[in-house]
């Protein structure tokens, strides 16, 4: 998440001194900084949690012994920063989606094997 708010900054600032077409999108570019900063998620011991919200709270949970599959999505921009977004789908319907991860192919290997190791204790 720091990778990405540098590059903001960056941008934004490039942008200004270059052209002074900046002074449009730097609000744009720290809109939508704000609206990186709104995710957190935890992975504990029994289960992800995902919480998202600015203003308002959303709360959304997945035990391990309910983990179906967790897929990795990676553009172009995200590959070249080591970002991505981990979707984790539970047994049933439910699904976490945790955008903006950093090394998230550590996080979806470690997510698959707490699932493993929960079921089959």
């Not at 990405?4 to 270059?18: E, G, K, N, R």
């Not at 992800?48 to 600015?54: R, V």
Request: proline share 2%.
């Amino acid at each position: 998440l720091s990778y990405i708010l540098w590059i903001y900054i960056v941008v934004s600032v490039v942008f200004t001194l270059l052209c002074g077409v900046g002074l449009l999108f730097a609000p744009f570019l720290f809109a939508h900084w704000f609206y990186l900063k709104r995710y957190r998620w935890y992975v504990t011991d029994r289960r992800i949690l995902s919480i998202s919200g600015l203003f308002s709270l959303k709360t959304e949970e997945i035990g391990f012994r309910r983990v179906g599959e967790t897929n990795l999505a990676q553009g172009l921009l995200s590959r070249l920063f080591n970002t991505g977004t981990i979707v984790v789908n539970d047994i049933g319907t439910n699904s976490i989606k945790i955008p903006f991860v950093n090394n998230p192919l550590e996080l979806k290997k470690l997510i698959s094997t707490m699932a493993y190791e929960h079921n089959h204790r």
